[in-house]
């Protein structure tokens, strides 16, 4: 099974490639798309949406799992984080890809086995499921791959 993991974002856009085969896991792709702030918003969107149906038609997944974001008080970034969803939603709909969405502590327990792990100890199982020489960075990096390995694990073949 292939998964593209999405951490959505207008700034940064973490992005990453899984393919789990039986019990291993493997990275075959991974990068952050960055925006700028001065960029008009459709420039924006466009750049993101370009990225990921790259990704998508590249390696064709057979899903999108993208992390669900919870806001409180954070209006206009909930706002421009759905541009960002936009543009994944569009791709997926192009290319006929189910989306899943994950909770952080979701993605925690998968990964880590506790609910309220930190973000340090996410990055390192990434690292150690994936066999990677170093922890994904930007943070970013290592959410999306920490949401693809999140389906890979509640959807095992």
Avoid: S
């Avoid at 925006?35 to 993101?48: F, K, N, Q, S, Y």
């Avoid at 999108?64 to 960002?84: M, S």
């Avoid at 100890?121 to 959410?143: C, E």
């Amino acid at each position: 099974m292939v998964v593209l993991g999405i951490d959505p974002g207008i700034t940064n856009l973490g992005l990453g490639v899984v393919e789990q085969i039986g019990r291993q896991a493997r990275l075959l792709h991974a990068e952050v798309v960055r925006t700028t702030h001065g960029e008009p918003a459709p420039a924006r969107v466009g750049r993101l949406y370009r990225a990921v149906y790259q990704a998508a038609h590249t390696y064709q997944p057979q899903a999108i799992a993208v992390e669900e974001q919870f806001f409180y008080r954070q209006n206009e970034l909930a706002y421009k984080v759905g541009w960002a969803m936009g543009a994944v939603f569009v791709v997926a709909d192009q290319l006929a890809i189910p989306v899943y969405g994950y909770g952080p502590p979701k993605v925690k327990q998968a990964l880590v086995g506790y609910g309220q792990a930190d973000k340090g100890q996410v990055a390192y199982m990434v690292r150690a499921i994936l066999g990677l020489k170093a922890t994904p960075k930007p943070t970013h990096l290592a959410d999306a791959l920490a949401i693809a390995l999140t389906h890979c694990f509640y959807h095992r073949a």
